[in-house]
């Protein structure tokens, strides 16, 4: 059985910075490419950022430069580290295997002064 269990998150001050995990069993993590999501409110869900098992990583636009996707694949852990915060970043992040419809649970980002 596939889970994906999330941590992190929280209120933050725009400029703040928070870092998501992403615990992953089930699966043989350091072959699988992951990926972290998101969902503002009242949008569609779409991709902040991806890390394929060699570590080659990917951005959303909105994003680069302040976030930075990491992996340890001896703790089968996915990060997601998020500075420079912006009100806009708010929305639930979601971690997931790419290419799989494997999600973790979900865990809001709140950023407001």
């Known amino acids: 059985q596939v889970q994906l269990v999330q941590s992190g998150g929280g209120l933050v001050q725009p400029g703040g910075s928070l870092r998501l995990s992403c615990a992953a069993s089930?699966?043989?993590?350091?072959?699988?490419?992951m990926g972290w999501y998101r969902q503002a409110p009242g949008k569609e869900r779409e991709l902040v950022a991806t890390?394929?098992?060699?570590?080659?990583?990917n951005y959303a636009e909105s994003v680069k430069g302040r976030f930075t996707i990491s992996r340890d694949n001896a703790k089968n852990t996915v990060y997601l580290q998020m500075n420079s915060l912006k009100v806009e970043d708010t929305a639930v992040y979601y971690c997931?295997?790419?290419?799989?419809?494997?999600w973790g649970e979900g865990t809001l980002v709140t950023v407001s002064s």
């Open positions: 890390i394929t098992a060699g570590r080659i990583t």
């Open positions: 089930g699966i043989i993590f350091r072959l699988k490419p």
């Open positions: 997931k295997v790419v290419g799989v419809d494997y």
